[in-house]
């Protein structure tokens, strides 16, 4: 796929958050491979990413500051999140909290300062799920943080392109990420089987056989920021291998 993409974002500079692992780390990897020039942030960062904690908004702010201290930005992909699962019954206030304000108030401090900032033809790109289009048991705060994304995506969206700013959000399904990889083995230890055993259920759920590979969310975002997704707004595109919603 790398040949598709060469030079598709040339000369823009995008802020991926969310960038040191899984999809986030894929997005900056497909954005630079596509001629952009990538900006990366993370709670954790690398040697070559700046620190953010996106629910916090003195952080983000600085976060968007050092992104711009040598240009300015033309994209922005909001990749980072949490996810947590967890019967209602045992679901700790101190959990719902901590998922919605990385999740969702995350989202909003991040696209508020994308709106500030990004010029016309600048585009900001939400990394949300399906679960922000239909919930399961268990989920509680994962999909009311994401079901919340998805209607801020609808929000901003319609706001921004009346100044030429396109806003629109990916809903993966399941995607092959060091996250899934952890959540796959403690549904294993939980049912008592194999952690290959559990991975070939989750494969087995999606009509096309597997899950995604982190490299085909970031392909999708690649297409959003580009001049082929031009008309794109305010939209949620699901990814998940045509497993009905």
């Not at 986030?24 to 954005?31: C, H, P, W, Y």
């Not at 983000?60 to 949490?82: I, Y």
């Not at 079901?147 to 706001?159: C, D, H, N, P, S």
Request: aromatic share 4%; proline share 3%.
């Amino acid at each position: 796929m790398s040949g598709a993409i060469e030079g598709l974002l040339g000369g823009r500079h995008a802020l991926v958050t969310g960038a040191a692992s899984g999809i986030g780390k894929a997005v900056a990897e497909r954005f630079e491979a596509a001629g952009a020039t990538v900006t990366r942030a993370d709670l954790s960062p690398t040697d070559i990413g700046i620190c953010v904690d996106v629910s916090d908004e003195e952080s983000v702010l600085a976060a968007f500051d050092s992104a711009e201290a040598d240009r300015p930005l033309t994209d922005v992909v909001h990749s980072a999140g949490v996810v947590r699962f967890s019967p209602i019954r045992e679901l700790a206030l101190s959990e719902w909290r901590r998922i919605l304000d990385v999740n969702l108030t995350g989202s909003f401090l991040v696209g508020r300062e994308a709106a500030r900032r990004l010029p016309a033809g600048g585009t900001l790109t939400f990394i949300s799920s399906v679960g922000g289009l239909r919930s399961d048991a268990g989920k509680a705060a994962y999909t009311a943080s994401k079901f919340g994304v998805t209607a801020l995506t609808q929000a901003i969206g319609r706001e921004l392109i009346v100044d030429g700013i396109r806003v629109n959000a990916v809903c993966p399904g399941g995607v092959r990420t060091p996250m899934s990889d952890r959540t796959i083995e403690l549904e294993a230890r939980r049912d008592g089987v194999s952690a290959a055993d559990k991975r070939r259920e989750h494969n087995a759920r999606v009509p096309r056989g597997r899950l995604a590979e982190a490299d085909e969310i970031a392909d999708v975002c690649v297409f959003l920021a580009s001049e082929l997704a031009g008309h794109v707004a305010a939209s949620s595109l699901i990814v998940n291998g045509g497993d009905p919603i």
